[in-house]
């Protein structure tokens, strides 16, 4: 069952700075990324694999509840 989540990425966990392909978030948690909702208020709907994922930002992902579990704690770190 696939379930949808916002998760907010934190400070100074590996994420901030890279984009979403450089990031590995598929490779690595099997999730798929529908949007980002900025810090500065904005949301970027299907988002390029070239999007940079920003401290602050909230990714609203699809998959799996223990991929987005194991996403959650790599996003809050």
């Not at 901030?16 to 208020?41: C, M, P, T, W, Y």
């Amino acid at each position: 069952d696939l379930a949808a989540e916002q998760i907010e990425v934190g400070a100074s966990t590996r994420l901030v700075g890279r984009s979403i392909k450089d990031a590995n978030l598929r490779q690595e948690f099997g999730v798929i990324v529908v949007a980002i909702n900025r810090k500065a208020g904005t949301m970027e709907f299907n988002p390029s694999p070239e999007a940079v994922i920003t401290a602050g930002d909230q990714l609203v992902v699809l998959g799996h509840p223990d991929q987005l579990r194991a996403l959650e704690a790599a996003a809050t770190v």
